[in-house]
């Protein structure tokens, strides 16, 4: 799945006008820093480590998939329908704009 630029924004502009929409009562006794998000973290320096280390021992590039295409453009055999590619661009663009 791929998150345009666009759907970034209007989650953005979603989450701010909620975030406006409701009035906090003045009367109350709860503090400003009480309505703040907060983020809190499970995860310990041990676990961060080690899933540093186990995405550093993956490969940037993965063979299996990317061997057979360049084998193909390199013979010349590996052709892109462009009706196809301009349907996609063309679909994503739309989605963008619905959105």
């Known amino acids: 799945m791929m998150i345009s630029r666009t759907q970034i ?3 953005i502009k979603i989450y701010k ?3 406006a ?3 906090v009562p003045r009367d109350t006794a ?8 907060k983020v ?4 310990s320096a041990q676990d961060i480590e080690k899933v540093k280390r186990l ?3 993956c490969p940037d590039i993965r063979d299996e998939k990317v ?3 360049a084998r193909a453009v390199e013979s010349g055999e590996y052709s892109v329908d462009p009706e196809s590619v301009a349907e996609k ?3 994503r663009l739309l989605a963008d704009r619905i959105r």
């Open 9 to 11: 924004d209007q989650v």
């Open 17 to 19: 006008a909620s975030k």
């Open 21 to 23: 929409s409701k009035p």
């Open 30 to 37: 709860v503090s400003q820093t009480a309505l703040q998000d």
């Open 40 to 43: 809190k973290l499970s995860f």
């Open 55 to 57: 995405a550093n021992a």
């Open 67 to 69: 061997g057979p295409i």
């Open 89 to 91: 661009m063309l679909g």
